[in-house]
């Protein structure tokens, strides 16, 4: 590594980090601005509400930050004719981008882990943390909701603290259903604990018509009947959600996605049609935006290496540059969505041509 190139190194981290929180920090201003009910969150659960948006918002950043820090550090060496001074040497600029182009790609493989398993999580407590301070629970925006778990159905009509009541768990194996009711219920990690239950397996093929009733339809028909024994009989149903996920899923609060990358894939193989098209599509988007942090860091040295020349400029640039990725990286998901471009690739349309266009502008700007 050339003393160029190290100099270059100890500057992009100290840029990045800088550009990272003063991002967050404009979406955090935009969410409280844009937020109409904020008054109705008590004091203390604005601060955490607050706090879990960040992985989230850190994921849109980190492309916005890692232009900006590009912008910084080539807008300064164009600036000092050091970039000239370099080529003139025999050293092109892509070689003096090295070490911010190894930055971009452990930023990108950064954003690959907060989107698969910090930013769910996270988003999920957003959810959770804002009912639970605006309703006093959670369970208050889905009681009463068909809630669709793939396999299984689950509806509950009141709760108290965090126990559900009048729970209802429904599943389908063929023509045979399987229903489990319950007077209380309780989650357990991704589990669901019913107490007081009842549960019946249906056979639909043997439920007579009225004027088809044989005397052992019954027999045929319900499969099996089995009841609590005793109040404190634990039936225990694994959901695959936990109480937050289930409740960042169908608040219909506007919320972050709460699905994982792996979520979202497992999900595109269990649907089909135009649900199935709307997941890869949003697919396509959480892929797309991480390696976004490489692409238009790769775009910003080749704008820098041309009239960045200040801080302010490069900021101004980098919010510019922002802008333009961000409307052609949701156009692409839209137009996917609708069915124009290729649900999955259409997000990525975005990162092809700043790709190309910042390749290009790095060839042009080499001296020959």
Same mark, same amino acid.
Request: hydrophobic share 45%; proline share 4%; no cysteine.
């Given at each position: 590594m050339t003393r160029l190139e190290r100099m270059v190194a100890r500057e992009t981290i100290p840029n990045f980090l800088i550009g990272t929180g003063l991002y967050i920090g404009v979406f955090l201003l935009w969410r409280v601005l844009a937020q109409p009910f904020l008054s109705a969150l008590p004091a203390q659960s604005f601060l955490p509400w607050m706090l879990y948006?960040?992985?989230?918002?850190?994921?849109?950043?980190?492309?916005?930050?890692?232009?900006?820090?590009?912008?910084?550090?080539?807008?300064?060496?164009?600036?000092?004719?050091?970039?000239?001074?370099?080529?003139?040497?025999?050293?092109?600029?892509?070689?003096?981008?090295?070490?911010?182009?190894?930055?971009?790609?452990?930023?990108?493989?950064?954003?690959?882990?907060?989107?698969? *398993?910090?930013?769910?999580?996270?988003?999920?407590?957003?959810?959770?943390?804002?009912?639970?301070?605006?309703?006093?629970?959670?369970?208050?925006?889905?009681?009463?909701?068909?809630?669709?778990?793939?396999?299984?159905?689950?509806?509950?009509?009141?709760?108290?603290?965090?126990?559900?009541?009048?729970?209802?768990?429904?599943? *389908?194996?063929?023509?045979?259903?399987?229903?489990? #009711?319950?007077?209380?219920? #309780?989650?357990?990690?991704?589990?669901?604990?019913?107490?007081? *239950?009842?549960?019946?397996?249906?056979?639909?093929?043997?439920?007579?018509?009225?004027?088809?009733?044989?005397?052992?339809?019954?027999?045929?028909?319900?499969?099996?009947?089995?009841?609590?024994?005793?109040?404190?009989?634990?039936?225990?149903?694994?959901?695959?959600?936990?109480r937050e996920r289930l409740v960042a899923d169908n608040d219909q609060g506007g919320f972050e996605d709460p699905r994982s990358i792996s979520d979202l894939w497992l999900e595109h193989q269990q649907t089909t049609g135009v649900q199935q098209r709307d997941v890869a599509a949003q697919l396509g988007l959480k892929t797309a935006l991480p390696f976004a942090s490489f692409i238009i860091l790769l775009f910003g040295v080749a704008v820098a290496s041309r009239g960045a020349r200040n801080s302010s400029t490069a900021f101004g640039y980098a919010v510019l540059i922002a802008i333009g990725f961000y409307a052609a990286l949701f156009l692409g998901r839209t137009l996917g969505q609708m069915g124009v471009l290729p649900a999955f690739l259409a997000p990525w349309f975005a990162n092809l041509g700043f790709l190309v266009a910042g390749v290009w502008l790095i060839r042009s700007r080499e001296i020959r």
């Open positions: 948006q960040i992985p989230n918002f850190a994921l849109q950043a980190f492309p916005i930050a890692s232009v900006f820090t590009a912008l910084i550090v080539f807008g300064r060496l164009a600036r000092e004719n050091e970039l000239l001074a370099a080529q003139s040497g025999g050293i092109s600029l892509g070689q003096v981008a090295r070490p911010v182009l190894l930055f971009g790609a452990l930023v990108t493989g950064l954003g690959y882990v907060v989107s698969e *398993w910090i930013a769910p999580r996270a988003n999920q407590q957003v959810s959770v943390t804002w009912w639970d301070g605006v309703s006093g629970n959670a369970f208050s925006r889905i009681a009463g909701k068909r809630l669709d778990l793939g396999l299984r159905t689950v509806i509950f009509q009141g709760y108290a603290g965090n126990e559900l009541r009048d729970v209802r768990v429904e599943s *389908w194996n063929g023509n045979t259903q399987t229903l489990t #009711y319950a007077k209380r219920a #309780y989650f357990e990690n991704d589990n669901l604990v019913m107490l007081e *239950w009842r549960n019946y397996a249906i056979n639909h093929d043997f439920m007579p018509t009225p004027e088809k009733i044989t005397p052992d339809w019954q027999n045929n028909a319900f499969v099996f009947k089995n009841v609590a024994p005793n109040a404190t009989s634990r039936n225990i149903i694994q959901l695959g959600k936990t």
